[in-house]
């Protein structure tokens, strides 16, 4: 079975950083993307970053490029998020998901390439101004 565990969030201020941790265990981890989503109340989910720890390929998106970084340590089977600089606009519940491989081997994390349908519980990120 499929388990993702998210950590590390909290209350920081603006400029702040904030680490969080995703902890996987059911499954070849270095098979597998693992995402980072967030959903800000009244928002949609969006993504945030990916990557897929057996190609070292990661992805983030324009608004968290040159502040987030995402990063696994395949030994402890962990994804991290490292976010610097924060603002009140990251505030969101940040969630992270496991990507099962739609096409074997695919070295880019993209939605297309992964599906990614297992969820771990979220962890809160506020950001005060």
């Known amino acids: 079975e499929v388990q993702l565990q998210a950590s590390g969030g909290g209350l920081v201020q603006t400029g702040g950083s904030l680490r969080l941790s995703c902890a996987a265990s059911g499954f070849t981890f270095e098979d597998y993307a693992i995402g980072w989503y967030r959903q800000a109340p009244g928002k949609e989910r969006e993504a945030v970053a990916c990557?897929?720890?057996?190609?070292?390929?990661?992805y983030l998106i324009d608004s968290v490029e040159g502040r987030f970084a995402i990063s696994s340590d395949n030994a402890k089977n962990t994804v991290y998020l490292q976010m610097t600089a924060l603002k009140p606009e990251d505030t969101a519940v940040y969630y992270c998901a496991a990507g099962n491989p739609i096409y074997r081997g695919a070295s880019r994390c993209y939605s297309e390439l992964y599906d990614y349908s297992s969820w771990g519980q979220g962890t809160q990120v506020t950001v005060s101004s």
């Open positions: 990557i897929t720890p057996g190609h070292g390929f990661t």
